[in-house]
């Protein structure tokens, strides 16, 4: 019997260096920006596929933004974002308030409350494990509810 209260992937487990040199990515939201051209990459990286130009810097993308699309249970019984055991889920493309896109997931509703064009906003939260057994934590968005807008 394991020790952990959930199953391991270990086909989805992430390299502990890999999970820290992208932190910042998952915590924040930090990607870069082009200071030749000015666009907005995510996750972060350090020569423009635009422009090729390596005049790059840190840029923190919005924390707000809209579904764009959704789904259900697409993910069932892989651990691309952590618990593969709870369904039904929602991934979604999320357009940010500054126009970059994300695929993540939409938590803490029913998914059949979720419609595209809903206001999303971030939280951290765990993701899956890394390959020493230590949660990675990382974004999801929630509904952002009347009272917070
Ligand atoms: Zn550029």
């Avoid at 209260?5 to 990607?31: D, K, N």
């Avoid at 000015?38 to 790059?56: K, Q, Y």
């Avoid at 923190?60 to 259900?72: D, F, P, S, Y």
């Amino acid at each position: 019997m394991s020790e952990f209260p959930e199953q391991i992937y270990r086909h989805a487990t992430y390299s502990t260096v890999r999970a820290w040199r992208e932190r910042l990515g998952r915590y924040r939201l930090v990607g870069s920006r082009c200071r030749n051209c000015g666009e907005i990459w995510f996750p972060r990286r350090s020569v423009c596929p635009h422009c090729a130009s390596r005049e790059m810097e840190e840029y923190e993308c919005a924390h707000q933004g809209e579904v764009l699309c959704h789904w259900e249970n697409i993910f069932r019984g892989v651990a691309l974002m952590g618990y593969a055991e709870q369904v039904p889920r929602v991934p979604a493309v999320i357009r940010l308030n500054d126009g970059v896109h994300i695929l993540s997931e939409v938590i803490e509703t029913s998914p059949q409350d979720v419609y595209d064009g809903m206001p999303v906003r971030m939280v951290l939260r765990k993701q899956k494990r890394e390959s020493n057994s230590n949660w990675m934590y990382g974004f999801k968005f929630v509904p952002i509810r009347r009272a917070e807008q």
